[in-house]
């Protein structure tokens, strides 16, 4: 018996993003990455008795930062709530974050397709929280909670479910990544943790003209591309299997929760969610509410730039570049700033984008930085681009250039000096040479001006020969005229 | 020395007639006569006032600038956090718990030298009405051995009244200065919310609690007030200071204050006992006499403050006692076998009934379904009743009433009827509720010579004016120069 099937794939995402601030949330605190545990930790994020939490401004203007990025509407009155709930890394039992006032909400992100379109991914809503600290699971049968997480902002962004493959879900990931570091507004390093990933998961399955939806599955806290992509890939195969098998549409199972097993590649049920968890959220009375006024809004959107996916776009539109090397550049901003000043300082687009996404990713990636982040000046990359473009360097010798660039700090035109690698392009010193070329090689000679099959080999053999003469200096390009000159 | 008031003391240290040392030596003197019958403190500190007040002598002996308190012995609330000794507020979970910090309060305190010579007993996280919730010991009224000193602030008031100490300080979320201070025949006030900050004040009802003095005078309330009042960057609630200037208390005190209109509000009030409700007639007759012109308002609201707030308070307190769970400080059973029991057998262990009823309270009041009922229709009651309040003000310059229904009653009374016990604090509620100022002042005694309190009411950040109209009756009458007897 065949039936007719389709099925397409429905996910929305939770991302908790971790803000770059210098202090916590509520407390004065350093953010610090792999401290000695709770050595970070003060009255307030301790939730010692009689503490009251101050709001960390920076925090906020981050928040709203993003929000803003996010095309979302900024809330002019938003206010703090508390979340309760009873777990050992939560020293106050609540957390504060925003409930029905949320910063922002009503936006979307624009990600890319592979075809190169984009799609818009609305989004819910992005509120502030405080984060947990951590429970370690160490020392026998007892737990141990380390509290320098708890307090640090957090965003979370919500949404909707229109995400459609698990490749849209991860390039949601990565776009959000390169939108927040762009932004300045977090290191998104995953893994130190600073992206966890919440998916929300089903199926709308239509069999033989009769549609049916698959139970929603939220799988917790994933904190790689990877697994995210591969857990919502398994998830969908996995409900597929379970409709196909069982019939078990939603409604009858409800909303589950799973986890990711990253050894075995599955997700696991951790807890059947028959109703949602009461958090008796209401609003924080030690907090005042926020009003956001027009001019303070203003001066936050004067701190946007333009998101990496616009100059992708743009860097395809309006320079031509790849798809792919248009992304290259912008996967972070320094790089991106690198190259678009070195392009007003006159450098033609396409030499620029081979030497910074060739040489000068290469280095960035041996030195662990960026390639905007190597203390190179715009300018003097752009006068190294206008040297091959003017023939007076070779493209080849350009990476040697560069690299010396880095190490000394010199500029292009005094390096090409140093390294001996000006181009020879003085025609009669060159007609020298091919004319010694062509007396040694008489065969070739014969085969280009024969003609035929031979012609372009022999050409090309010739060129060799007094470009190895010349010790690699000579300029191809005026070789080459020299040569139809001579054989025609 | 002991019927001096705190300014008398204070004065006469200034002026090297007495010295701190042998005023902190008398005080300890009637402490180790007077509290194994009083109970008013769960902690002094002997020899660390001592030390202070020998440091204090010594500076003012030198001719050094000394603080507005210098040398006068003080109790503190044992709710209020201290670097010395424990902040137990008065509850088993908290017997032995040392704080790391110091209030704000205390801070103020100690930077105006004055010696703080112990902490007070209370009810257990300040929830009652006569003290007899302390989960550490019982305190009677310095008036008379059987009956109650009020509460919760009842080991500040019996402080004062047995002057085992010369001014304190207390809490007061929905009387508990008022209420005990009336009960001892001492000035108590609570200050608009925000005035004083909460920062090391363990919380109970966090949009109600504030902090203010308890003293002999209402001369001694200014000069308290001098001390604590102000703007608190730890404290994201206290007012700023361009809205709410600090005042010079003290020397306000002495303008004169001309067509003084004074509202009643005597269907409310009719509710008292016959002999509160005829000294309150004589003590508005006092200003009568002095000029001030008197209107009956109605305050239509009034009647549904106490189930307001016993739904505010106890969802604030629900949310704010969750941290007492035994995982980071405080009591943890012995008997716990896994992470949940610690905090159920915790706190089932160490919170006192009043408290476990309360939590329970609003706990329900939060939850989901009940919220819109429950908590969200008491804070719009707590709007009308602001409203009421407004209204009133814009025809008077304060309300007068009772603090409380009846005067101090007996140990045992009302403990096992929640109900009744709630009542008491039906005049005194309403002014948390919206926020302003009250004082309670001595206005005469009843038959068992019992002390019974004049309650004056003022607009928000009025402290100034109500202090000079406090101080006006004091002034015509001697009812705050009657002291409690030694009672041994
Ligand atoms: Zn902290």
Redesign the interface.
């Given at each position: 018996m065949s039936s007719d099937l389709h099925y397409k794939l429905i996910v929305g995402l939770e991302i908790h993003v971790q803000l770059c601030t210098k202090s916590k949330m509520f407390c004065g605190c350093a953010v610090e990455f792999g401290q000695k545990p709770n050595s970070r930790v003060c009255?307030v994020c301790?939730?010692?008795?009689?503490?009251?939490?101050?709001?960390n401004k920076q925090a906020f203007e981050y928040a709203v930062l993003v929000g803003l990025a996010l095309n979302c509407e900024i809330a002019q009155f938003t206010k703090w709530d508390?979340k309760?709930y009873?777990y050992?890394d939560l020293?106050?039992?609540?957390q504060i974050s925003q409930y029905d006032l949320p910063l922002s909400a009503n936006g979307y992100i624009e990600i890319p397709l592979e075809s190169g379109k984009t799609k818009n991914i609305s989004i819910i809503r992005a509120h502030l929280e405080e984060d947990a600290g951590k429970n370690l699971h160490t020392a026998g049968n007892f737990?141990q909670?380390d509290l320098n997480r708890t307090g640090t902002p957090l965003l979370e962004i919500v949404t909707e479910p229109d995400m459609n493959s698990a490749a849209e879900v991860r390039a949601l990931a990565v776009e959000l990544q390169r939108m927040v570091r762009f932004l300045g507004v977090s290191e998104a390093d995953m893994q130190k943790g600073h992206m966890r990933f919440e998916p929300n998961i089903n199926l709308i399955i239509t069999r033989d003209g009769t549609e049916y939806r698959t139970p929603i599955v939220e799988i917790k806290n994933l904190n790689s591309f990877r697994a995210l992509e591969r857990s919502v890939d398994y998830e969908q195969a996995r409900q597929l299997d379970e409709f196909l098998e069982n019939g078990v549409v939603m409604g009858m199972g409800n909303k589950t929760t799973r986890g990711w097993d990253d050894e075995k590649e599955i997700t696991v049920l951790q807890r059947e969610k028959e109703e949602?968890h009461?958090y008796?959220?209401?609003p924080d009375?030690?907090?005042?509410p926020v009003k956001m006024t027009p001019q303070w809004l203003s001066e936050i959107q004067g701190r946007l730039c333009e998101l990496p996916i616009k100059r992708q776009l743009r860097y395809v539109d309006q320079y031509k570049l790849s798809d792919y090397d248009a992304g290259v550049l912008t996967a972070d901003r320094s790089t991106s700033d690198l190259f678009d000043e070195a392009v007003k300082a006159g450098a033609e687009p396409k030499r620029l984008c081979n030497i910074i996404t060739q040489t000068g990713l290469k280095i960035a990636n041996e030195k662990g930085c960026s390639a905007g982040d190597l203390g190179l000046k715009a300018q003097s990359v752009a006068n190294l681009a206008g040297m091959i473009e003017g023939g007076t360097i070779s493209a080849g010798s350009a990476g040697q250039i560069f690299e010396a660039m880095v190490e000394t700090g010199k500029e292009p035109e005094v390096l090409a000096e140093e390294l001996n690698l000006i181009q020879k392009s003085d025609a009669g010193e060159l007609e020298a040479i091919v004319d010694k070329v062509l007396a040694d090689n008489p065969k070739a000679v014969d085969d280009v001006t024969g003609g035929g099959k031979k012609s372009k080999k022999a050409r090309g053999f010739l060129l060799g020969q007094v470009m190895q003469k010349s010790k690699g200096q000579a300029n191809p390009k005026v070789v080459s005229e020299i040569l139809v000159k001579k054989l025609g | 020395m002991e019927e001096l008031s705190a300014k008398e003391l204070r004065d006469k240290i200034a002026a090297r007639q007495i010295s701190s040392l042998e005023a902190t030596e008398a005080v300890f003197k009637r402490i180790d006569k007077l509290e194994p019958v009083i109970g008013a403190y769960i902690s002094t500190y002997h020899d660390l006032a001592l030390e202070k007040a020998a440091d204090v002598d010594r500076r003012i002996a030198a001719g050094q600038s000394v603080g507005q308190l210098a040398g006068v012995p003080v109790a503190l609330k044992d709710n209020m956090c201290t670097t010395f000794g424990a902040t137990t507020c008065a509850s088993r979970i908290l017997e032995n718990f040392h704080a790391p910090y110091n209030a704000t309060v205390v801070e103020k305190l100690l930077a105006a030298d004055a010696v703080i010579v112990g902490k007070a007993n209370m009810d257990e996280f300040a929830m009652g009405s006569s003290t007899e919730n302390s989960g550490l010991k019982q305190t009677i009224n310095p008036w008379d051995a059987s009956r109650v000193p009020g509460g919760s602030s009842g080991g500040s008031c019996a402080a004062v009244a047995g002057r085992l100490c010369f001014a304190a300080l207390g809490s007061d979320t929905g009387g508990s200065i008022r209420q005990p201070a009336s009960f001892c025949g001492v000035v108590g006030l609570k200050p608009t919310y925000g005035c004083v900050s909460r920062y090391g004040l363990v919380a109970y009802g966090s949009s109600l609690d504030q902090i203010g003095p308890i003293t002999q005078t209402v001369t001694d309330s200014a000069l308290m007030m001098n001390v604590i009042a102000g703007h608190d960057p730890a404290d994201s609630t206290s007012v700023d200071e361009n809205i709410s200037p600090v005042f010079d208390y003290l020397e306000k005190l002495y303008e004169p204050l001309d067509k003084l209109t004074i509202a009643i509000v005597p269907q409310f009030a009719a509710g008292a006992d016959r002999q509160v409700q005829k000294a309150i007639t004589e003590a508005i007759d006092v200003y009568k006499k002095l000029g001030a012109e008197i209107i009956e308002v109605n305050m239509p609201h009034l009647d549904y403050a106490i189930a307001a707030y016993y739904l505010i308070a106890t969802a604030e307190a629900s949310s704010n006692l969750a941290r007492y769970d035994g995982v980071h400080y405080g009591h943890r059973s012995e008997k716990a076998e896994d992470y949940i029991e610690v905090y159920s057998k915790s706190r089932a262990e160490a919170f006192g009934k009043e408290v476990k009823r309360r939590i329970m309270l609003g706990t329900y009041a939060l939850s989901s379904g009940y919220y819109d009922a429950y908590y969200l229709k008491a804070l719009k009651v707590r709007n009308l009743i602001r409203a009421d309040f407004t209204g009133v003000f814009e025809k008077c310059d304060c309300i007068m009433m009772p603090v409380s229904p009846t005067t101090a009653f007996k140990i045992g009374e009302k403990v096992d009827d929640p109900l009744t016990m709630y009542l008491s604090d039906i005049y005194t509620i309403a002014a948390n509720l919206a926020g302003i100022p009250g004082i309670s002042v001595p206005c005469g005694f009843d038959d068992n010579n019992l002390p019974i309190g004049l309650q004056i009411l003022a607009p928000a950040f009025g402290e100034d004016k109500l202090l000079r109209i406090a101080r006006m009756f004091e002034n015509q009458t001697d009812w705050h120069k009657r002291k409690a007897p030694d009672i041994s």
């Open positions: 009255p301790l939730g010692m008795p009689g503490v009251l939490p101050v709001m508390r309760s009873y050992p020293p106050k039992n609540y737990s909670v949602a009461d008796r959220y209401f009375p030690d907090l005042v | -």
